[in-house]
């Protein structure tokens, strides 16, 4: 079962801001559905961020990654670097003019705007399993 939580199995590896923020919110949603409809595999950012050897080394193997951000203030981006995880496919909800704001209602319309950005933004990854690796810690 270890395995199995920390393995792409040739999907895109998707880290999401999950913030106090509707954007926050929209990328933690997104990330969601991406993941139920097959797309890619949501993954464990507070692993790395908390420095966890297993979550730091599986993110630095994957092929195919990408990082969603709610806002400019760039948490998953800082929590990659700190963790010397390469950056991949890289996006900021804000920068699709989405305002960030406190109201935790979302809307349908943002949250497949958001989607449809994240599958833009992995169009050049490779999508192979080769290379995906599962849990090390």
Do not use: H, W
Not at 68 to 94: H, N, S
């Amino acid at each position: 079962m270890a395995e199995s939580c920390c393995t792409t199995g040739g999907q895109v590896m998707i880290l999401a801001c999950s913030g106090g923020s509707n954007v926050g919110q929209l990328s933690n949603q997104a990330a969601i559905e991406l993941t139920q409809e097959g797309f890619g595999k949501m993954f464990c950012l507070c692993g790395i961020g908390g420095e966890l050897s297993g979550f730091v080394q599986s993110a630095k193997d994957t092929p195919a990654m990408v990082a969603i951000d709610g806002c400019a203030v760039g948490c998953a981006k800082a929590i990659l670097e700190k963790a010397g995880v390469p950056q991949r496919a890289y996006l900021v909800l804000t920068d699709l003019g989405i305002e960030k704001n406190k109201d935790f209602a979302l809307q349908r319309d943002q949250v497949d705007q958001v989607k449809a950005a994240v599958k833009q933004a992995c169009a050049t990854l490779p999508r192979d399993a080769a290379g995906a690796s599962g849990c090390r810690g």
